[in-house]
């Protein structure tokens, strides 16, 4: 067990609906980052909040957004879904910022499967 | 771009044997790189950091190498059981707080 958590497990939604999806980071840990993971794929950097300020995005579009709050808790937004944005979405925290930080922590994912 | 690859996709052994995984990066500009555990449907577990200055670090049955100048890492797993039956993924961290995943392989220890 990591300690991080994440809502829901499973989710069902509709082309073109919004999605939240949620995370529970370690206490004390001020980093979390995002990750999508299509069927078969290696996990993919959508992007990191550090002290509830976006640090780094990967290659997605602005329809994925996400929020940090100062109890260690984030979410992750998704506009106007589309087919191709079913995976598994993994939320990881750690203890620091920056480019050097130590082991990230990874929750168990939620899944989304968009009809 | 940075592009990690991992050889091979799928490994199938009998348990008790010793085994090699392998990964590949592109990019040696690196800070650290990790080796993960994922069981089906589930999250990530870390089991090994290297450091971009070192070479190696051990776990238990778990040894990873790490060389940077030639963008490779493998990790060596002794005497594999079947609870070692998991995907292997390797991630390498650049300068954008930007962990790049490998595809993973596949691994089946058979009793």
């Known amino acids: 067990e990591t300690g991080v958590t994440q809502s829901p497990t499973h989710l069902i939604k509709t082309r073109g609906q919004q999605v939240t999806l949620r995370c529970s980071s370690q206490?004390?840990?001020?980093?979390v980052s995002w990750y999508q993971q299509a069927l078969g794929q290696g996990p993919q950097f959508i992007f990191q909040y550090y002290r509830e300020e976006e640090n780094g995005r990967g290659n997605f579009p602005p329809r994925f957004s996400g929020l940090q709050f100062p109890n260690y808790s984030s979410e992750l937004n998704v506009n106007a879904l589309e087919l191709d944005d079913s995976a598994l979405y993994l939320c990881?925290?750690?203890?620091?910022?920056?480019?050097?930080?130590?082991?990230?922590?990874f929750g168990p994912g939620t899944r989304l499967t968009v009809l | 771009k940075q592009e990690v690859t991992q050889i091979p996709a799928a490994l199938s052994v009998p348990e008790g044997e010793n085994l090699v995984l392998n990964c590949s990066f592109t990019d040696s500009a690196i800070y650290n790189l990790q080796w993960f555990r994922q069981d089906p449907g589930k999250g990530l577990t870390s089991l090994l950091l290297?450091?971009?200055?070192?070479r190696e670090q051990t776990s238990g049955r778990l040894n990873a190498s790490l060389d940077k100048s030639s963008g490779r890492s493998t990790l060596y797993i002794a005497a594999s059981q079947p609870g070692d039956s998991a995907t292997y993924l390797c991630?390498?961290?650049?300068?954008?707080?930007?962990?790049?995943f490998g595809t993973g392989t596949r691994l089946t220890v058979i009793p």
């Open positions: 290297i450091q971009s200055s070192q």
């Open positions: 991630a390498v961290l650049t300068g954008a707080n930007n962990l790049f």
């Open positions: 206490s004390g840990h001020n980093t």
């Open positions: 990881a925290s750690s203890p620091s910022g920056g480019a050097n930080f130590v082991t990230q922590y």
